[in-house]
């Protein structure tokens, strides 16, 4: 594994970065105090069911070894408790899910659950979450605003919909930043959601809310969605797994305002969890019949024919520089799957990436959706006017939604550029990794970040953003914990319509290097 060389300039800017971000930590970290993290579930004799897969958890409803009403029990109870500190969650936990797992068990009893609709039902009696912002009928659909605080779903999101007709339970949802357009979970509605593993860090966003609960055991699994990072940074930030998948395999109806229908967006749906496993059987769920065969998540992948790719940075200069630790886990990886195939796992370079905030910033102005009136409720709202009631502690927004409403208003990026250097950058991915090829890509060049950092330095989400822009399925993997006990992780990237690529690879991150570790003790 060779690493480029650095310019002089490069070399002066990467130095520039790490005392800036020195500088921030240390100021931070005085502000925001001594570490603490989660506790352990104070029901010893729940700890191991509450950490485990909800495929495992599944199974063992199913084998009649386990009672959902006591699966469901546990995890509202660690809920209420855990959630004191976190500050994850909208709406729940929900008595009636209790209730309904209640009903569950006495099916079972009188024996009046058949195989076929077990078949039909993989997660019956699996309690699951979803971020505020994914529709819930009759929950509280907020979607981090003081002006939504009362308002309430009409029906089902679409991936809601399929996870309760595969039998899953609903428990809760999780806070998001106002209308998922930050990289942390904080708004004038909820506050500000923490990370499981250290307080004073960010769970990132937007399903912040949501990793900080998994991760936290107090959810079997969740959903999220993705427009610029919105499930791998909270997944990498928490270290959990998480899946962005190929765009459009998922339908978005119900996802932050979504019908379905729209033909040209970055954004999509996926699961999150503690493990891989669960996201490969979680995936035929949420993709439907015709789109699991099309997508063959069914079928078996041998990894040793597979060929291996890393691009060891993204070259964007407002990015901070690849930390020591992360260099390293990419070497390991690097170094595996080359005993693994017994062949190398070869250096690539992507044209453009340079470019990635720009892209992303782009085409972010071609989505369906208006930011501004999202964030106004349908009113629009003058940045300057907010931005002055904000210095006087009168605005019901955070300083990073009027960020975004200030970019608004910036020059736009150059059209023709854009778009072909996009082009330039999808046709050489396609054509390196065709449908038998694994990029490695690095999740961020550092962990998790104390909260408010962000506001000085945000550009590092460009290492998620790209894949967006390009449309293609990715893999947040957890890749255990780096000096600071804080969540590492790498991506793993396949070119569209080969999700099952990025899922298979997971699992064996997962065996070879451990995957998700609890952040309590």
Request: contains cysteine.
């Amino acid at each position: 594994m060779s690493v480029p060389k650095k310019s002089n300039l490069s070399t002066l800017i990467q130095f520039l970065h790490i005392i800036l971000d020195k500088i921030l930590e240390f100021i931070l970290g005085w502000i925001l105090g001594v570490k603490r993290h989660v506790s352990a579930p104070k029901n010893k004799d729940y700890e191991e069911l509450l950490s485990s897969s909800a495929v495992k958890l599944a199974g063992l409803i199913r084998e009649r070894k386990l009672q959902s009403y006591e699966l469901v029990k546990a995890y509202y109870e660690n809920l209420l408790i855990v959630n004191r500190d976190l500050n994850a969650v909208v709406d729940g936990p929900f008595i009636e899910a209790i209730e309904e797992a209640k009903l569950i068990d006495e099916r079972f009893k009188n024996g009046d659950i058949t195989d076929e609709e077990l078949k039909r039902k993989p997660f019956l009696g699996v309690p699951f979450t979803t971020k505020d912002s994914t529709e819930v009928e009759g929950k509280l659909h907020t979607l981090g605003l003081v002006s939504r605080r009362n308002e309430r779903g009409s029906k089902d999101a679409e991936c809601v919909r399929l996870m309760k007709e595969a039998g899953a339970i609903f428990l809760a949802t999780s806070n998001v930043p106002e209308v998922n357009k930050w990289i942390e979970t904080r708004n004038m509605l909820i506050g500000q959601t923490k990370n499981p593993y250290d307080y004073r860090r960010s769970v990132g966003g937007s399903s912040g809310g949501e990793a900080a609960l998994i991760s936290a055991c107090c959810t079997a699994f969740g959903l999220g969605t993705d427009i610029g990072g919105s499930i791998r940074i909270p997944a990498f930030n928490c270290g959990i797994f998480g899946h962005k998948p190929t765009k459009g395999v998922v339908n978005m109806r119900g996802c932050t305002f979504r019908s379905g229908d729209e033909e040209s967006t970055m954004v999509a749906a996926g699961p999150m969890a503690r493990y891989a496993d669960d996201l490969l059987e979680l995936m035929k769920v949420l993709t439907g019949q015709k789109m699991l065969k099309e997508l063959q998540l069914e079928e078996t992948i041998n990894l040793k024919s597979l060929q291996y790719f890393y691009v060891p940075c993204n070259n964007m200069i407002q990015c901070n520089p690849i930390g020591k630790d992360e260099q390293n886990l990419m070497m390991k990886v690097c170094e595996h799957f080359t005993n693994l195939t017994g062949s190398d796992v070869n250096l690539a370079t992507l044209p453009h990436l340079d470019m990635t905030g720009k892209m992303w910033r782009y085409w972010m102005t071609q989505e369906p959706a208006n930011f501004n009136k999202l964030l106004g409720n349908g009113e629009t709202l003058n940045p300057f006017i907010e931005l002055f009631k904000k210095l006087f502690g009168r605005s019901d927004f955070t300083m990073a939604a009027i960020y975004s409403l200030i970019d608004a208003l910036l020059p736009p990026e150059n059209e023709h550029k854009i778009r072909e250097a996009t082009r330039m950058c999808k046709e050489a991915l396609d054509d390196l990794l065709r449908d038998n090829g694994v990029l490695f890509f690095h999740s961020s060049p550092r962990t998790a970040p104390f909260h408010y950092y962000p506001l000085v330095k945000f550009t590092d989400f460009s290492y998620f953003s790209i894949f967006n822009v390009l449309h293609v399925p990715v893999t947040q993997v957890p890749m255990g914990l780096d000096s600071r006990g804080m969540p590492m992780g790498i991506q793993v990237v396949a070119s569209e319509m080969n999700d099952r690529l990025c899922l298979h690879v997971a699992k064996e991150l997962e065996r070879k290097f451990g995957g998700w570790v609890k952040p309590y003790k």
